[in-house]
């Protein structure tokens, strides 16, 4: 079980691991071993999620998102498998955390009246500054 918080947990089961060849440099070594890690969480199916942590989560994940609703972390940035793994469970955790966090509501509000005449009087200086700029009017 991997601990999101203290009411929520999600089942090892859950992640499907796939380690794959990194790209970048590497030398001799980078063709011979698959250090980086490729993990899929199915957000729409999984049983550990309340439903309105599985909405704010798929908003969170953006294009990390497959169509079916999986969730893929690819983490290359060690040159290690294990810790390759460890990041990619830790992003997870991370953006799991995120989507747990609800949104405050959020309350109309009405401009002040002083806000309302100040924004006028701003909009008559500029008026003035403007009408200024016009060719000179001959009055004869």
């Avoid at 729409?44 to 609703?69: C, F, H, I, M, W």
Wanted: glycine share 6%; proline share 5%.
């Amino acid at each position: 079980m991997i601990e999101i918080t203290s009411w929520l947990s999600i089942d090892e089961d859950e992640l499907i691991e796939k380690a794959a060849r990194a790209s970048g440099p590497g030398g001799q070594h980078v063709n011979k071993t698959s250090t980086a890690i490729e993990l899929r969480f199915d957000v729409r199916n999984s049983p550990s999620l309340p439903e309105d942590v599985k909405v704010r989560l798929e908003r969170l994940a953006g294009s990390r998102l497959t169509q079916d609703g999986v969730l893929v972390l690819f983490s290359q940035g060690s040159r290690s498998q294990e810790m390759n793994r460890q990041e990619a469970r830790e992003r997870l955790v991370e953006l799991i955390l995120r989507a747990t966090e609800k949104p405050k509501p959020r309350k109309a509000t009405k401009p002040t009246y002083s806000s309302k005449l100040k924004r006028l009087e701003g909009k008559t200086k500029r008026a003035g500054v403007k009408s200024m700029r016009g060719k000179p009017r001959h009055d004869d």
